[in-house]
């Protein structure tokens, strides 16, 4: 059994790997009991590890971006979804890594493809789900303004939002349209000083290539306020 303060270490160790992209080769042990607990790396020796394997990707420089969700395929590619923000504008994103946890630039534009579904939108719009399907399309969904011009409580509302794109992170025009598909499933409303809207929180991509949206709407009856 570990002490209470190799426990501590092994967590900060452990959180630090929660706040990076990619992690590179680096092995992590937890949960470990008995044999396997006295096999495993010191608290000290998993943050050297994470230290020399951490790659830090700069995206912008003045603007706020980051990424919710990170996969990995049979390819040995790794995919990151979430948000870059151009001129105060979010967009979903998606960046392709290769092994050695560098942006792949035959990718979009630097390694990172992204689309703008709410055009002016300022801080719903993001990705939270990533999938690659067998022909290596990729797929990411997440949560949209649903009308960014709207003012007071409207401007509020979301819809939820999946976009395709090909191999070369160029939208896919037969997904969707243009790429997108957009599900408006209620109209959200305001609940003490939350909003409750369409939200999608996850992305699973099922036999046959099939999409599973993970998320959320207003529950149906009047008066509700929940999801």
């Known amino acids: 059994m570990k002490s209470v303060s190799s426990i501590g270490r092994l ?3 452990l959180r ?3 706040r990076v992209v990619f992690t590179g080769s680096a092995l992590i042990f937890a949960g470990c009991s008995g044999d396997d607990a006295a096999q495993a790396p010191s608290p000290s020796a998993i943050q050297s590890t994470l230290d020399s394997a951490v790659m830090a990707i700069p995206i912008s420089i003045t603007e706020a971006d980051r990424f919710h969700t ?3 395929t049979a390819g040995e590619r790794y995919y990151a979804a979430g948000f870059v923000t151009l001129n105060e504008d979010r967009h979903m994103a998606v960046a392709r890594l290769t092994q050695t946890g560098g942006l792949d630039p035959s990718f979009g534009q630097n390694g990172i493809a992204t689309v703008n579904v709410a055009v002016g939108g300022k801080t719903a719009e993001l990705a939270r789900g990533v999938v690659v ?3 290596g399309k990729i797929v990411i969904a997440g949560p949209v303004e649903h009308d960014p ?3 007071g409580d409207a401007a509020r509302d979301t819809d939820i939002a999946v976009a395709r794109f090909d191999t070369t992170g160029q939208l896919d025009p037969t997904f969707g349209t243009n790429g997108i598909v957009r599900l408006d499933l209620s109209t959200g409303v305001v609940s ?3 909003f409750r809207g369409d939200t999608s929180w996850g992305l699973t991509l099922l036999p046959g290539d099939d999409l599973l949206v993970v998320g959320g709407k207003l529950a149906d009856g009047a008066g509700r306020t929940d999801l």
Do not use: D, K, R
């Open 11 to 13: 967590y900060g160790a």
């Open 16 to 18: 630090s790997v929660l």
């Open 70 to 72: 990170v996969i990995a």
């Open 133 to 135: 399907q067998s022909g």
């Open 149 to 151: 011009t709207a003012s």
């Open 192 to 194: 003490g000083t939350a």
